[in-house]
């Protein structure tokens, strides 16, 4: 599984081998099963989520009740209330799968870890 979130990252920002072994033991499997809620309202976003396998929904619920999609996200793509977790401030949106997924999830905390660790690099 990690070689698939390595692959993705390649795409963007070339890696050595030490790099992308650091990278890919900050990601934590995680099984989602369908209808299951990965973020909510209120809630802080404490992960970023890339799905592995399945498909996500992204929308938020305006006044008169009426939900609004914002963003789907499928295999080998991210997903998130992003605002919620860069400023780590409560989610305005729901994060929902919309089919059984498995998901790779990046924690705040091991992010800055990441991050602190790159810039000593």
């Known amino acids: 599984m990690t070689n698939k979130i390595t692959s993705n990252i390649d795409k963007f920002v070339k890696l050595t081998e030490e790099e992308k072994e650091l990278f890919s033991s900050c990601f934590k499997e995680v099984k989602i099963k369908k209808r299951q809620f990965i973020v909510q309202p209120?809630?802080?976003?404490?992960?970023?989520?890339?799905?592995f396998k399945g498909a996500f929904r992204a929308y938020v619920?305006?006044?008169?009740g009426q939900d609004h999609t914002i963003s789907f996200a499928i295999e080998d793509w991210w997903i998130t209330d992003?605002?919620?977790?860069?400023?780590?401030?409560?989610a305005t949106m729901f994060v929902v799968a919309i089919e059984d997924s498995i998901i790779l999830q990046l924690d705040y905390e091991k992010e800055q870890e990441l991050k602190t660790a790159k810039s000593q690099i």
């Open 61 to 64: 619920v305006a006044d008169e």
């Open 42 to 51: 209120n809630f802080t976003a404490k992960h970023r989520n890339y799905v």
């Open 82 to 90: 992003y605002n919620s977790y860069i400023f780590q401030q409560p």
